[in-house]
């Protein structure tokens, strides 16, 4: 059990059958009343952002959520299919539980799947990947005005912007929580 008076970032609990993690917290004590505890919180399920105030004495039974390594293997229609890298089970995961930068992964590559009471309800991707460039229009000659970019499809089918000068066949490093572009390998 968590106290509101012990809440500190990070912290993730059971608050009314929903799983929340506390981003940020003030104790408040005001020079009138009763003291209490400012916090933003998001549900760790649907992402949701809101605002609440507690109690300090308010008393919430911990959520300790599963983070696991998991290779993904193939995926076959809506349903993507995760190696626990440990025991070499497949896991069956839905597409819905993936988030949009997961179109940056591609087989056999390390994931975090996160679970609460062996439901997953989440894959974090690794921060950056590298991926070879499928197809990109080539530069045009004296089109040197900078940040000039250009659209390119990725081995994964995911398509970006890059620089002018990246050509089909490069490998590129993208960071998967912008979908940015970072550096040629």
Known sequence: MVTAGDFRNGVTFDMDGTVVQIIEFQHVKPGKGAAFVRTKLRNVITGAVVEKTFNPSDKYPIAYIKREDMEYSYNDGDVYFFMNTETFDLVPISKSVLGDNFKFVKENVVCKV???KDSVFGVEPPIFVELEVT???????GDTATNVTKPATLETGAEIRVPIFINEGDVIKIDTRTGEYIERV
């Open 114 to 116: 996160l679970s609460y």
């Open 135 to 141: 197809s990109t229009e080539p530069g045009v000659r």
